[in-house]
């Protein structure tokens, strides 16, 4: 397993409560922060013409990949850098861990397959976790 495996778990670990990832910390604050919260982050991504992408990670089907370049055309390199600065990584190895984390966690927290009204993210991860815990009871 490699190190964007081990990343990619410990984001999931974290939507579901688990271990602590200040990357995929970091990803969660910047969506809530995120003006529109996740339906911001998502008609960002249709705002610079890659809709189709972030559709796939929304939708119930396969979670189309996406590239570092494409991360710091949507989310812009200084909110890539933040997000590096937090994670104690470079941004160049932010971007790649970004690419990897980011469709995952969009998927996560629309598993309705579609972006839920309230764009409060860590109510989101909550009530994500509280039916975790239910069915696993």
């Known amino acids: 397993m490699g190190l964007l495996d081990n990343l990619e778990n410990q984001a999931f670990g974290n939507v579901f409560g688990g271990s602590s990832n200040p990357l995929a910390a970091g990803l969660l604050q910047m969506i809530q922060n995120q003006p529109g919260g996740l339906q911001g982050l998502v008609q960002s991504f249709h705002d610079k013409g890659m809709g189709g992408l972030v559709s796939s990670w929304v939708g119930s089907g396969a979670n189309c990949p996406i590239t570092a370049d494409q991360i710091h055309q949507v989310l812009g390199s200084d909110q890539v850098k933040a997000l590096a600065a937090k994670a104690g990584i470079s941004p160049d190895a932010a971007g790649s861990a970004i690419a990897q984390l980011l469709p ?18 860590l109510a989101i991860s909550s009530s994500m976790l509280q039916n975790f815990e239910t069915k696993a009871s």
């Open 104 to 121: 995952g966690l969009v998927d996560k927290l629309t598993p309705n397959g579609s972006v839920p009204d309230h764009s409060n993210v």
